[in-house]
């Protein structure tokens, strides 16, 4: 059998488990969200991490620094997302402040994600002008 005729096959804990995490996920959200908070932010931050570390170790394949500076730019939304879960109110990790910083690293990462987005748009078309040795 050739590989244009395979058919993927399903593993059933895949359809088993991602659903379940769902459904825990919104039990947890109903019960406590100062655990749901934390968590789906975690996960946010380890993507972003994931992002950083894809595009660092594909950065000598690449012929533009389009993900080089994607990877960057979600290290530095991952890093801004982390103390803002720490800075959380109720996680008390952070002595004497209010919700208010919080939310200003909440937002700040916001932005910083989408005006990276917006600046990465030019490496899309510009060529690295990197030279190996």
């Known amino acids: 059998m050739d590989k244009a ?17 769902l459904l825990l996920s919104f039990w947890v959200f109903q019960k406590n969200f100062l655990l749901f908070h934390p968590f789906i932010e975690i996960c ?3 993507i972003s991490v994931l992002i950083f570390v894809v ?11 389009y993900f080089y500076f994607l990877g960057i730019a979600f290290l530095f939304v991952g890093v801004i997302d982390f103390v803002h879960t720490l800075a959380y109110k ?27 987005l917006l600046i990465v748009l030019i490496f899309i078309v510009r060529k690295s002008r990197r030279v190996y040795g």
Not at 55 to 64: E, F, G, Q, R
Not at 90 to 102: E, H, K, Q, R, Y
């Open 55 to 65: 595009s660092l170790s594909t950065y000598k394949y690449a012929n533009n620094d």
């Open 5 to 21: 005729n395979e058919k993927k096959v399903v593993n059933i804990s895949e359809l088993i488990i991602f659903p379940d995490v």
């Open 44 to 46: 946010s931050i380890v």
């Open 90 to 116: 109720g996680m008390d990790v952070f002595l004497g402040i209010t919700a208010n910083i919080s939310t200003q690293l909440g937002i700040a990462a916001r932005y910083v994600q989408a005006i990276s």
